[in-house]
């Protein structure tokens, strides 16, 4: 039984359709037909909330859901279709009031400016508790739904080729971040001044164009939208090799990554904060996040007994690019107090069947960590940032 | 025999970033907080309104080659906010104005079919087109469109999307847990668009929502943006609040739609329109006046003027007569991001009559611009507003109108309670809603999908257009 650590560590979990199994949404408790609701998504968030979990992530993609990485499938049995991550948090948003926000947002065909103020403004109607997601996408399939660019369809994953297109993918996710902070920073605090005397609703001097100049695109600014409640909402990326792991080092508030043991959690870490400060953000908190899927009942023998069958309605064993764990809360809540202990700062859950997994990670893990003295017992901040004890950032074209 | 009693609509505008906003009154709040939104929808659900509108900029606007201060400057993303808004009401329509040349078809269909869903049916859609290079700076796809090709764009966008809405026929979920059988059409989303403007295929990844697509409405006045209204809008967001001028506007716009196959009661004409309610109707007309003066600040009719003369006036005397200099012809280079810029067509002429003007009525720069523009449209009494509201809408200058308060967010609260009720009274304002979605508030028909099961082909939007008017 390990129980080396009680340090408190972040929860978060990732919402994506019925759950992350492909069978999740013929479990009784999934509710397909609801999955293009509100009220679907918001009895998730509530239940999440009702957890203390820190924050939600909001899967999202261009193009349909497919069992293929690169390509679409013509498959019929599973989920496709999905809401706009970014529109499913706004809706939620004021019908919670502790927990963070973070929809998943593409930076290869979207825009900065228009993400820059749809976060800023989430971060406004959520008072303080937004976030996003940075992905990118390499599928030439979704680059046809946009028609402004062509992406080489990737033919081996060890080619040189392949690296380069990844190399820029993530070169120019890194420029969007850039571009979405400092439009978040375009506007100093204190610039709206309502100055009835002078008749000056703001002072432009507290406005400031970001006139970033990149290889992918240059971008103007100010924002139309003053800067958010946090200043800067929460910034995360998911990371599986090194090129990402620059990204998560450099750009990020949180990154979360996907370990199947402990050394391999350490050695992730290790290159992280490495990176980290190469970039000279040492000194700058950065959370580190392993992402698990996770099959939780009280009995062991029930959540393998579970993944079996879900198994057997997909006709495959599940895999995924995270470790899949079975087993009790207090297994799970043992393997992240070990996984902990590698320099990992918190958890990204992703529940195999939504319906189920999450109340069990709200009514199970919880309760199982909180006896450990390892999880919150309350809210202790009303901003995601707080959460995460993460100060509120300087606004760096403010004048010192 | 009399006409039937018409039915009046009524919307609200958030009031935004232009003079008419009086961000200096002790009662104005926040225009960015959310408080202040849901407050506002709130108010429009209370008075049973048809919907909330929310306009757009890309932009902060510049005066010579400086950010313009002297209005309320900085406003939240159109989409997050009307999504948040469903939140808190249930029945409001959720308006967005959305342009059509800063983003891309397969984008904003998938906000507006998610808006659609996360609001049971709301969502109604502004489109609006923009060129300019100023605006294009803050965009990836950088540039701009020549002035000539931004309704060929638009056109094609809004076509775009249509086709992207259509491609889910609205029966493909069938969730059969017992089966496996998630979907029964493996093809559901599939789009092919081959155009001048856009060349997408693929699988459009939202599935068919409540209204089948988003209210389109339209704004532009040019006769290429009636045009492209009457073909394709479900509503316009006009301009044209005055009696006269609405009635001329609602002839000429509904005697355009018979040539596209449509009724007259497939468009509806709702101008923007701003009102000032008093105890009496001298009192409505004192407080009238005076926000006019709070909206024109000497320094705010010095700035206005310049978009006309093209030239820095900052030495001149606001109190004092008009610049006896001409305007500076060529491209506007000190009012940028401003649609007003665009108003004055032929400056040379604008500011001879407003000289003419001024010295015939012995004005200043500032009376000229509080009596030239920013006239409230319907001033007076609880009674006299309700009344002219109705005569207009009887009288066929307008199918209702588009409230835009003068204050952030309490400028509804006193037509919603002493306004409403009169209109209810006289049996021409409904006093509860009698259906779900937006296209029921506006007695539009649900859209079918022109995406025929058989061939699973598009309609080529143009070329159906194309066939009715021949």
């Known amino acids: 039984m390990s129980s080396t650590s009680s ?16 069978a999740s949404w013929r479990e009784p ?94 971060d406004y109607v959520s008072t303080g508790r937004a976030g996003l997601r940075v992905q990118i996408t390499a599928r030439p399939t979704e680059a046809a739904h946009f028609g402004r660019r062509t992406i080489p369809r990737i033919e081996a994953y060890d080619a040189p080729a392949t690296q380069d297109l990844v190399t820029e993918l993530f070169d120019e996710a890194a420029d969007y971040v850039e571009v979405v902070r400092r439009l978040w920073d375009s506007w100093e605090d204190d610039a709206e001044i309502r100055d009835v005397t002078t008749g000056r609703f703001v002072d432009r001097d507290k406005l400031h164009y970001i006139d970033f100049e990149g290889r992918h695109f240059s971008v103007k600014g100010p924002s139309i939208t003053p800067r958010p409640p946090q200043g800067q909402p929460l910034v995360t990326a998911l990371a599986h090799d090194t090129v990402p792991y620059r990204l998560v080092a450099r750009a990020t508030d949180v990154g979360y990554v996907t370990p199947h043991d402990t050394g391999q959690a350490r050695a992730i870490v290790a290159e992280i904060r490495a990176e980290q400060e190469r970039a000279g953000r040492a000194a700058e908190p950065l959370h580190v996040f392993a992402d698990l899927v996770v099959f939780l009942d009280d009995d062991p023998a029930e959540a393998a007994a579970r993944r079996d069958r879900l198994d057997a309605l997909a006709g495959e064993e599940y895999r995924s690019d995270a470790r899949v764990f079975a087993g009790s809360p207090a297994q799970l809540a043992d393997l992240l107090q070990d996984f902990q202990a590698s320099g990992l700062t918190g958890f990204r859950l992703r529940p195999a069947v939504a319906g189920h997994d999450l109340p069990a990670v709200t009514r199970g893990l919880v309760p199982e960590l909180q006896r450990r003295g390892a999880f919150r017992r309350a809210y202790e901040a009303d901003t995601l940032r707080g959460l995460l004890g993460l100060s509120r950032p300087a606004n760096r074209y403010a004048a010192v | 025999m009399s006409k039937p009693q018409k039915q009046i609509h009524l919307a609200a505008h958030f009031p935004g970033v232009n003079n008419t906003t009086v961000w200096s009154d002790p009662r104005a709040g926040s225009h960015i907080e959310f408080s202040s939104f849901a407050h506002f929808a709130r108010t429009a659900e209370r008075a049973k309104f048809d919907f909330l509108f929310l306009a757009e900029g890309l932009r902060l606007r510049e005066q010579g080659g400086k950010i313009y201060d002297l209005d309320v400057v900085g406003r939240p993303d159109t989409f997050t906010i009307l999504a948040a808004l469903a939140a808190v009401t249930e029945r409001l329509g959720l308006t967005g104005t959305i342009n059509s040349t800063f983003n891309e ?16 049916g709301r969502s109604a859609w502004n489109v609006v087109t923009s060129w300019d290079a100023f605006t294009g700076e803050n965009f990836r796809r950088g540039g701009y469109l020549p002035q000539d090709e931004r309704y060929a764009r638009a056109k094609e966008f809004l076509a775009t999307t249509g086709e992207l809405f259509d491609s889910w026929q609205g029966d493909e979920i069938v969730a059969d847990q017992s089966t496996g059988t998630f979907l029964q059409d493996a093809k559901a989303g599939a789009f092919v668009h ?64 018979a040539k596209y196959g449509r009724r007259a009661d497939q468009l509806l004409i709702l101008p923007a329109a701003s009102f000032v309610l008093g105890d009496t109707d001298a009192e409505a007309e004192e407080i009238a006046k005076d926000v006019r003066r ?16 093209n030239r820095d006036l900052s030495g001149y005397d606001p109190e004092g007569p008009l610049p006896d200099i001409d305007p500076d012809l060529g491209e506007n280079h000190i009012a940028r991001g401003r649609a007003q810029v665009r108003m004055y067509r032929d400056p040379l002429a604008t500011a001879r009559e407003w ?116």
């Open chain 2, 355 to 470: 000289r003419e003007l001024a010295q015939a009525n012995n004005w200043s720069i500032r009376d000229l611009v509080i009596e030239t523009g920013n006239r409230q449209n319907f001033v007076g009494s609880p009674a006299t507003v309700a009344r002219t509201i109705n005569e207009y809408v009887q009288a066929d200058a307008a199918d209702g109108f588009i409230l835009v308060p003068h204050i952030t967010p309490s400028g509804l609260d006193a037509f919603a309670d002493q306004v409403v009720p009169l209109l209810q009274e006289q049996g021409v304002f409904r006093t509860e809603y009698e259906g779900t979605t937006l296209r029921d508030h506006l007695g539009l028909a649900l859209p079918h999908s022109r995406l025929r099961s058989s061939g699973g082909t598009p309609i080529d939007e143009a070329a159906g257009t194309a066939r009715a008017a021949s």
């Open chain 1, 7 to 22: 340090s408190p560590l972040h929860l978060a979990v990732a919402l994506d359709g019925t759950g992350w199994h492909p």
């Open chain 2, 194 to 257: 081959e155009g001048r403007q856009f060349d997408i295929q693929g699988r459009f990844n939202v599935p068919r929502s409540p209204q089948g697509r988003p209210v389109i409405f339209q704004a532009g006045d040019s006769d290429e943006g009636r045009e492209f209204a009457a073909s394709s809008a479900d509503a316009i967001f006009s301009r044209y609040a005055a009696l006269d001028a609405g009635q001329a506007f609602y002839t000429d716009v509904k005697s355009r739609l």
């Open chain 2, 105 to 120: 078809p397969y984008e904003v269909a998938r906000q507006f079919a998610s808006l659609d869903h996360l609001s049971d």
């Open chain 2, 294 to 309: 709070q909206q024109v600040s000497g320094a705010t009719a010095l700035k206005h003027l310049e978009f006309v003369w």
């Open chain 1, 29 to 122: 408790v999934a509710r397909p037909r609801e999955l293009f609701t509100a009220g679907y998504w918001a009895d998730l968030v509530a239940e999440a909330e009702r957890g203390l979990l820190d924050f939600v992530t909001i899967e999202d993609g261009l193009g349909p859901q497919s069992s293929h990485f690169l390509d679409p499938d013509d498959r019929t049995d599973q989920v496709r279709g999905r809401l706009d991550a970014v529109l499913v948090a706004s809706r939620v948003a004021p019908l919670t009031s502790h927990i963070g926000l973070v929809p998943t947002v593409v930076a290869t065909h979207t825009e900065p400016f228009h993400l820059s103020k749809a976060i800023a403004t989430l």
